[in-house]
């Protein structure tokens, strides 16, 4: 969100300089899997599956012009999603009024060498390889403008009468600004709270994944089923994922996460017992109460903007979460109407904890 956002205000004219306490992109932003949907999509509220929706037109013209500017290809596919369930009555009702999305059929016909199960294809759902995308909007930031600190952890946000005057590093260092984007994923209510101000009820759930490395065109679907999904790569690689743990700020991997999540991922795709599992990793979502994030002013400050709760759908949201949160900033229009985003107003403590 944060690098998003600086390469599109950097397009209107701004000064904008980013700062991260490790490298940047290296957050949930890097470990996540990189899918364009909400699994399943009557699972999240509509303000969610407006913001991927939005995203998803977004994204051709978004990737074509990062690649072009950096040289990388964040490998947009739209490849579609096979879904085994569960097949619960909110998915047979959101079937029964998006029929033209859905094809229902059998995994082994879609995935010769997968499992023989009922499963629905959503045609529509596309994926980015997100590292890639993170690398190509790094140089392309940094290409128009953007000053980009990595290793410079942000202490907290300096205020006076209730206007950003600047960041404070934990350095000591003190840099001037009147604007200020907190886009620090699971770690935002640290700077808030550090900061003097409320928190949002943003709180880590760490996500565990692994990768095999398979030939191209091994998986030519992405396939999810009970909560456990997989994704193919163009070159061949496929993801497995994923957990979801509370442990705090813990960035570890387990044994029994790779046991939970190699055990699902043999069911669906049995094939993956031949394939050599080359890595795991895990990351720290930004989980928020309601699942839906938030975009726009702090209340009662000037200067402070929010950009943070995407929980598990934030390569999906990104470009229309940045896209809206510059569009408040600069004063310009956007298709999107910012109020479900809002922080509420009057209880900035209304968001109970997730
Ligand atoms: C295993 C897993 C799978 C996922 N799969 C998907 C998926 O398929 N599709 C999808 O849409 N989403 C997915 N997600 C969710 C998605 O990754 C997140 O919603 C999204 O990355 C959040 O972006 P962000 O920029 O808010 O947070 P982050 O990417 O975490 O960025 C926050 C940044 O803030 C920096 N920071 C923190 N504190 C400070 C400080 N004090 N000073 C300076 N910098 C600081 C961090 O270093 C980090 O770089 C997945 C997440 C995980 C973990």
Redesign the pocket.
């Known amino acids: ?2 690098l998003m956002t600086a390469w599109m205000l950097r397009r209107q004219g701004w000064q904008v300089t980013v ?18 949907s909400p699994v399943p999509p009557w699972s999240y509220p509509l303000p969610v599956r407006q913001l991927v929706a939005a995203s998803l037109r977004q994204y051709p013209e978004l990737v074509a012009e990062l690649h072009g500017s950096s040289g990388i290809d964040p490998e947009l596919i739209r490849a579609g999603l096979l879904y085994l369930g569960p097949f619960d009555d909110a998915g047979e009702d959101w079937r029964s009024r998006n029929a033209a999305q859905l094809q229902v059929g059998r995994l082994n016909d879609w995935l010769p060498g997968a499992a023989d199960l009922p499963a629905w294809q959503f045609t529509n759902v596309a ?1 980015v390889r ?1 590292p890639r995308l993170g690398q190509a909007l790094l140089q392309a930031a940094i290409r128009q403008g953007v000053v980009v600190h990595q290793h ?4 907290r946000i300096h205020l006076q009468a209730g206007q950003v005057t600047g960041l404070e590093l ?1 350095s000591g260092e003190l840099q001037p600004c009147r604007h200020t984007v907190l ?5 935002s209510d ?2 808030l709270r550090n900061s003097g101000l409320a928190g949002l009820g943003i709180k880590p759930l ?4 692994l990768l095999w490395q398979a030939p191209p065109g091994c998986l030519t679907h992405m396939v999810t089923g009970h909560g456990k999904y997989l ?1 193919p790569r163009r070159d061949g690689h496929i993801l497995g ?2 957990t979801v743990e509370d442990v705090g700020f813990d960035n570890a991997t387990t044994a029994a996460a790779l046991d939970e999540i190699q055990h699902a991922c043999r069911q669906m795709f049995p094939l993956l017992k031949e394939l050599t599992l080359v890595r795991q990793w ?5 989980a928020i109460a309601g699942d839906i994030p938030v975009i726009g002013p702090m209340p009662d400050t000037q200067g402070l903007w929010l ?2 709760g ?9 470009p229309a979460s940045c896209e809206l949160l510059v569009s408040l900033m600069t004063g310009t229009k956007c298709p999107l109407r910012h109020e479900p985003y809002a922080m509420p107003e009057a209880q900035p403590q209304a968001r109970p904890a997730a």
């Open positions: 969100m944060g700062y991260d306490q490790a490298e940047a992109f290296a957050g949930s932003s890097w470990a996540g899997g990189g899918i364009i994926q997100n410079s952890p942000v202490r934990r886009a620090a994923g699971a770690w640290i700077i760490r996500g565990q994944m994704i994922g994923s895990s990351g720290l979502r930004p950009n943070t995407h929980y598990r759908n934030g390569l999906g949201m990104a």
